[in-house]
């Protein structure tokens, strides 16, 4: 399926994630709640292909950047307890293939966390291609998903009464991503 039926407007070409306009975020259960945060020093391109299942994308996180608008939980995430940022400073996500399955648009890829790579499935939404104030062409995407953070060895947590803990396994990932063509 060519790119254009499915995103109109959307070439064949290299575009830039702006990390000035696009987010990663994550959602995790605190206790009864959920808190969010988010990493704010990230890059990433999106290789678009003619043929739809031919487009790549590759990002880089700098894990330190956590910010989960709490200093001190912040400064544990980075230890060798939570994220071990010193080890391993930054987590990454490559495609390995674009799908469309029962009317949406599912982009398969590994990421690496912790030096532990798995494979996951991000759902897509595209919000449209447009001209910026500047002269550049700018596409916006919505994407996101869910992981066990055990999996990428992520097991820190506090035991509380009965069978609760203070952390969910659950994470869910979810990307405000505004790419400008190269």
Do not use: C
């Not at 995103?7 to 994550?26: Q, R």
């Not at 790579?117 to 001209?131: A, K, S």
């Amino acid at each position: 399926m060519s790119i254009t039926a499915v995103a109109p407007g959307l070439t064949a070409g290299t575009w830039n994630i702006d990390p000035a306009h696009s987010e990663v975020t994550f959602v995790i259960r605190h206790l009864m709640t959920k808190v969010r945060g988010t990493f704010t020093d990230f890059t990433g391109t999106v290789q678009i292909a003619e043929e739809l299942a031919e487009s790549t994308a590759v990002a880089e996180i700098q894990v330190a950047s956590i910010d989960t608008r709490h200093a001190d939980r912040d400064a544990h995430m980075r230890t060798a307890e939570v994220l071990d940022v010193e080890k391993y400073p930054t987590m990454t996500f490559a495609t390995k293939g674009v799908r469309e399955e029962d009317g949406e648009y599912l982009l398969d890829g590994d990421l690496t966390i912790k030096g532990v790579t798995r494979p996951v499935t991000l759902t897509v939404e595209f919000n449209g291609v447009g001209e910026d104030p500047w002269g550049g062409t700018r596409a916006g995407f919505s994407a996101g998903t869910t992981i066990s953070r055990k999996d990428w060895g992520i097991e820190f947590n506090v035991p509380l009464k009965g069978d609760k803990a203070l952390l969910g396994d659950k994470v869910e990932i979810q990307l405000e991503i505004q790419a400008v063509r190269a």
